[in-house]
């Protein structure tokens, strides 16, 4: 059995049987580290699969010269939290999507909504973190949007903002995020949101209308604090 096991085809083979499963860990070790094999592999790969081996994972599943030593690092932590890897341990997905996944699955979401070809790792970040907070993110779960703007959609719908007057394509993510700090600052958008101006010109609009708006808060403040002092006057 030893030299069939330095068999490169018996090896892999070997890794996804009973036989090898009752092998201690340092016997497992011993075979692959010294087996042409495991050799074919680079040292962060290695490494992996020495990480799962010692923590008696079914390394079977990812130990595969196709997959890079980031791609088997994911798999191995979802093996590592009895995750069902299945749904991401492909190869379409690079290591940073794989991540997305992991962590989506490790809260019980419907990672479906995000595992898709047209969106990168930083879109699916935003879309996984919108579904964290519960929120609706149909509304920007859309190739359409960059990573940048999905997060600017993705923070007035967590602050219960109404969002719809700037989840257009058309404005950028520097102009969403205009948009959004006057909503914030409860200054009328309807103003600057327009796309024909780039992100500075509204913010000197944003900044001008929210002085408007302190002038008249404040005007208001000490109206009333005339008022109640006028009648505390004729009141003694």
Do not use: C
């Not at 950028?172 to 600057?192: A, C």
Request: net charge negative; charged share 30%; proline share 0%.
């Amino acid at each position: 059995m030893n030299k069939k096991i330095h068999n490169n085809l018996n090896i892999e083979n070997l890794i996804k049987t009973n036989v090898f499963n009752q092998l201690t860990i340092n016997e497992k070790e011993l075979l692959l580290q010294n087996s042409q094999w495991f050799n074919q592999f680079d040292e962060f790969q290695q490494e992996e699969i020495s990480r799962g081996l010692k923590a008696n994972l079914d390394i079977s599943i990812y130990a595969k010269e196709e997959f890079d030593w980031k791609q088997m690092w994911q798999i191995r932590l979802g093996l590592k939290n009895n995750l069902d890897v299945s749904i991401y341990a492909k190869l379409e997905y690079n290591g940073d999507k794989m991540e997305q996944i992991r962590l989506g699955l490790e809260d019980n979401l419907d990672v479906s909504i995000y595992i898709k070809q047209e969106f990168n790792a930083y879109q699916m970040r935003e879309i996984r973190l919108g579904l964290k907070k519960e929120i609706d993110v149909s509304i920007y779960a859309k190739s359409e949007f960059n990573w940048g703007q999905m997060g600017q959609i993705r923070e007035g719908l967590e602050a219960n903002l109404d969002v719809s007057i700037y989840a257009k394509k058309e404005f950028d993510y520097l102009q969403m995020q205009e948009i959004l700090t006057g909503l914030f600052t409860k200054v009328d958008v309807s103003i600057y949101a327009n796309p024909d101006l780039d992100y500075n010109q509204m913010r000197e609009i944003r900044n001008e209308t929210y002085k408007d708006y302190y002038d008249e808060y404040v005007r208001k403040i000490m109206e009333e604090k005339r008022k109640r002092a006028k009648n505390n006057e004729q009141n003694i």
